[in-house]
């Protein structure tokens, strides 16, 4: 079974309860981190708390919440002894659901997690079915929660359906965006490199009879080069605020970080294709 339960910050301020500096307290077992996290822990680091630093106000109603959950009231006196708590560091969110099933996304500062031991032992009945009915509890793989529902005899009243899977799917599918987007600037970075170079090297050969005289001159690069470098910045600053508003609020800051890398390499790349082509001419080998 994979659980994952979460009381939100609008949770506890109904009754005038703070949890800052965080947003979330999400409650999930070993399987759900598993499940929704895979090869992306790493990218995520768990970092110890002790009972104290759990916030004041949250400690109050877990402790109480706790004393109805639990199966045994005993477990409820030590309960800090059982669950794990950790604040979260790194760059991967991590998906949990709300109640109703609604799978979310919350950054890692945002998160004081509670992590919890085997479920079935530790929480009561009333509390497994309540989190399973609002679809923060979920069996994993369906051949053996079908096999599990037959062997209990419940097969008429209780339907299997792909819910958790599907849950799953979209946090998978949000990392794997999260690489695709990655992959796409850095080819956008190489595409835009290329594409650069060769333009420079094309307006050098073509402007060649006038850069040779002025370089022979003692004219710098700079001032050869500036009109021509000066015209690509306009055109290269408008193409990116172009594909900015176009983008949206979504991606906006990788397009406007490709954009001003591909600006601040033009001179460069100028200045680079200009003394090739100087040096070649000057050799009468073009």
Known sequence: MALSLAWTEEYFSVDGFRIAPYRYIIMVNQRWLDLVLGREKKRLSFVPLSPEQIPPDAKKVL??????????????VNIWNQVKIY??????????????????????????????????????????????????????????AQKLVSERGLQNNIRVNYMAEEGILRAQLF???????????????????????????????????????????????????RGRIAKE???????????MA????????????????????????HIGAASWVFAKVSLRQL
Do not use: C
């Open 63 to 76: 402790e109480a919440s706790f004393s109805l959950y639990v199966r045994n009231p005993q477990q409820a």
């Open 87 to 144: 604040r979260l560091a790194g760059s991967q969110t991590l998906p949990f659901v709300r109640f109703g099933g609604q799978l979310d996304f919350a950054k890692p500062n945002e998160v004081f997690l509670l992590l919890v031991p085997n479920v079935h032992a530790m929480f009561n009945d009333n509390f497994l079915i309540s989190v399973a009915s609002s679809s923060e509890l979920s069996f994993t793989g369906l051949e053996a």
């Open 175 to 225: 990392a794997y965006f999260a690489w695709l987007r990655a992959g796409s600037l850095s080819a956008l970075i190489v595409a835009l490199a290329i594409a650069a170079i060769i333009s420079a090297f094309i307006a050098a050969v073509l402007k060649a009879k006038r850069d040779f005289p002025l370089r022979l001159g003692g004219a710098s690069w700079w001032m050869i080069l």
């Open 233 to 243: 910045w306009l055109m290269g600053g408008a193409l990116t605020v172009l594909i």
């Open 246 to 269: 176009l983008q949206g609020s979504d991606g906006w800051m990788a397009v406007a970080l490709a954009g001003a890398m591909a600006l601040l390499a033009l001179p460069l790349v």
